[in-house]
């Protein structure tokens, strides 16, 4: 089956995470595709796949070479972001993309303009997966299960193609955070691993942000304003001035690249009582320890000022920088390089801003950087993916796997 035919199929699946939710999965229809999985793995020849109790999917490739080489695991996460709907996606393909402006949808006027993403002269001439604009798309992450799917089955029907064990792993929630928490890594039993979750064609990543939440509860007293001199205490006043307090550069609309960030993802209330959620952000730990605790100073100084129970605050790490665990396993980066190379694919490596699955198996014991999908804009309306980069991404995976063969 062709990898963007594969990738369609999924993402007819509505898989998107929830948040808010407790449970393992945090949305049960997860394991509508997890279980659609299993199946489709079983039918081109891997044995073993099956579904936990968790919803996440393992399954092996098994050697077909005598000598001792490293298991590799391939991973990518079935859930799409709560930010946008995954539901009802209506993808199709803009076959042979001329370089104009794409009208998503006519009725709705969703047009993805070339003057606001320019990467889309890159990709002139190419077959671009996208949308109606009423969704997002999934390419973040079902390109990444579709690409290692279509490698595997490319594997199994061409015994002529040496490799070594071949560990593959589908897991839920990544895109709230709790991807890895229930990985079967004592079972899984693979050397070192790739995620293929990140974006445009050649990217390698092995550096991610220091991730923590803030959750802040600011509790007010509201009195009817026509009688409050002297006793009302208005908690969104307290959230505004909390929020003053932090460095309006420290902010991801003024950042880049290696440069951290504080951002209140959320914020809702009233005079008697505000609830803020802040994501922390950044590649070193120090500074990352420094954001942290600056929270927990302002928490003090307002307590202080105002009552010591006006403002609750939880501070909870998310994941860490997974680079300290790749940096003795560097022939994990190398050899993905030159895969890339020797398929005329130029390497880009940057840090990632934001997180994967990887970098929590890297501190669980599996070295893990993240492989490129080949698609653009994910979490928006606006995500899409070239076949061809699709294509050149199951390649990859090809060449990395015959690299640990020589």
């Known amino acids: 089956m062709h990898v963007s035919e594969r990738f369609l ?25 997890a279980r659609f999985l299993v199946e489709e793995m079983k039918s081109i020849g891997i044995k073993d796949a099956y579904m936990d ?67 889309l002269k890159g990709n002139i001439g190419k077959d671009l997966i996208v ?59 693979a050397d070192f691993g790739y995620t293929v979750d990140g974006g445009e064609l050649g990217e390698l990543e092995y550096e991610n942000f220091n991730a923590a939440s803030a959750k802040i509860t600011i509790n007010g007293t509201n009195i009817h304003p026509g009688s409050a001199k002297g006793k009302m205490v208005s908690a969104l006043l307290i959230g505004m001035e909390l929020h003053n307090m932090l460095p309006v550069f420290e902010n991801p609309a003024f950042t ?50 105002y009552g010591e129970t006006t403002v609750e605050l939880k501070l909870s790490d998310s994941y860490f920088n997974m680079k300290e665990k790749i940096l003795p396993h560097m022939h994990i980066i190398e050899t993905a390089k ?23 198996l890297s501190f669980m014991g599996l070295p893990c950087p993240n492989l490129c999908t080949g698609g653009y804009n994910f979490h928006g309306r606006y995500e899409y993916i070239p076949v061809q980069s699709m294509e050149r991404v199951v390649d990859i995976l090809l060449k990395i796997v015959e690299l640990y063969t020589v």
């Not at 005598?66 to 590799?72: A, M, W």
């Not at 996460?77 to 370089?99: E, F, Q």
């Open 53 to 119: 109790e968790y919803g996440y999917v393992y399954g092996t490739i098994e050697k077909n070479i005598d000598k001792e080489i490293p298991t590799i695991a391939f991973i990518a996460h079935m859930d799409t972001s709560p930010d946008l709907s995954g539901k009802d996606i209506k993808a199709r393909i803009v076959k042979n993309y001329d370089g104009n402006d794409i009208v998503l949808n006519k009725e709705k006027n969703i047009i993805m303009k070339i003057s606001e993403f320019e990467h």
């Open 256 to 305: 880049e690249d290696y440069e951290g960030f504080n951002h209140l993802n959320d914020m809702s209330g009233n005079v008697e009582q505000v609830k803020m959620q802040y994501i922390i952000r950044d590649h070193d730990m120090d500074k990352f320890n420094i954001k942290k605790e600056r929270f927990v100073k302002i928490a003090n100084y307002l307590n202080e000022k």
């Open 338 to 360: 030159k895969a890339m190379v020797e398929l005329d694919i130029t390497p880009n490596i940057i840090p990632i801003r934001g997180g994967t699955d990887g970098a929590r």
């Open 131 to 189: 949308t109606d604009g009423t969704t997002l798309l999934g390419a973040d992450d079902k390109a990444g299960i579709a690409e290692i799917l279509t490698m595997a089955e490319t594997l199994i029907n061409n015994p002529s193609i040496k490799h070594g064990t071949i560990k593959l792993g589908f897991t839920p929630d990544e895109e709230v955070g709790s991807g890895a928490d229930h990985f079967n890594l004592k079972d899984f039993g």
């Open 9 to 33: 199929k999924y993402v007819s699946f509505d898989t998107e995470s929830n948040p808010e939710s407790s449970t393992v999965p945090t949305s049960e229809k997860q394991k509508d595709l």
